[in-house]
């Protein structure tokens, strides 16, 4: 029995070794093969996203009568699109008003929603989740509901037909940016703050010199977001906006849409070219923004 047991003892580790041993070859197999399948599905993702703005800076290099024969490389190469482009239509001036419109609401917008969301964080006072509330209740208005009221507003100062009514309004903050700043307040650590209160510090010092500081990332994806909003906002270009000297970007695409488009004229390569150089900037600015971009997402996500 004790030699049976002796054996059994013994044969039952190899026989678990022989198995692991058997096994492990497998392991790194589906490993690699789990790996490769995901870096598969990402290129092609990459690559249906991307698809559309290669397609158009392609046919932003092709005549007229190519821009839509679907080739990524040009038959015909021509450089004419980008010189015809800024005759035909005052580029410079959209892109200049567009430039505007976009610092000053990312801007704006930034600092009024990063005030009311310290507010909201630090301060104790009776109803204030019962005014945050509120402020989170203003997101639920659909845009076509305060659409009119804004606009007699504006129209009652006599801001209409000018850019102010494209970025003014971020003045008094964004209920979804208050939200988002509040929320990676509240995951800094209070200590700082009484720390600080202790030495002498202001409710203002505390705000803009240790505050601001440590919430840069959140407030480099308020800008960016923004910024994306204000390039690409052609609602409010079609309600306030009437002369081309004041258009911006979106607005004036439509415009050349209305006279090259359809109904118009058929000059589709200018249409293209013209979306191209209206498009590359916003581009650059993220890839400058990149890095803060994507530290303020994963520190939000800790923080949350």
Not at 80 to 107: G, K, M, R, S
Not at 177 to 184: D, N
Request: glycine letters at 8%; proline letters at 5%; hydrophobic letters at 55%.
């Amino acid at each position: 029995m004790t030699t049976a047991a002796g054996l059994t003892g013994v044969h039952r580790p190899v026989a678990d070794v022989a198995a692991t041993a058997e096994l492990a070859p497998r392991r790194p197999r589906r490993g690699l093969a789990k790996r490769v399948f995901v870096a598969v599905l990402l290129v092609l993702f990459g690559v249906l996203f991307l698809y559309p703005f290669v397609w158009l800076v392609s046919a932003s290099f092709k005549p007229r009568t190519e821009v839509f024969d679907n080739a990524i490389i040009p038959n015909t190469f021509t450089f004419d699109n980008y010189i015809n482009v800024w005759q035909e239509a005052p580029l410079a001036l959209w892109l200049v008003n567009t430039a505007v419109v976009t610092v000053l609401a990312a801007v704006t917008v930034t600092i009024s929603s990063a005030m009311v969301a310290w507010g909201f964080s630090y301060f104790r006072f009776r109803g204030r989740n019962l005014l945050f509330g509120l402020v989170l209740a203003t997101m639920m208005l659909p845009g076509a509901v305060t659409m009119i009221p804004t606009f007699l507003i504006w129209n009652g100062l006599g801001a209409t037909g000018t850019l102010v009514p494209l970025w003014a309004g971020n003045l008094f903050g964004s209920a979804f940016y208050i939200f988002l700043l509040r929320q990676f307040f509240l995951g800094l650590p209070r200590d700082l703050f009484d720390a600080a209160r202790i030495d002498g510090a202001s409710n203002w010092t505390i705000f803009s010199r240790i505050a601001v500081p440590l919430c840069k990332p959140i407030l480099v994806i308020t800008l960016l977001f923004e910024a994306e909003a204000a390039w690409t906002d052609l609602m409010r270009g079609l309600i306030y906006l009437r002369d081309s000297a004041t258009f911006t970007v979106p607005r004036g695409l439509k415009a050349l849409v209305d006279q090259y488009g359809f109904g118009g004229e058929w000059h589709w390569e200018i249409l293209v070219t013209a979306s191209v150089i209206t498009t590359v900037p916003i581009i650059i600015l993220f890839f400058l923004g990149q890095k803060h971009f994507v530290s303020g997402v994963a520190t939000t996500g800790l923080k949350g």
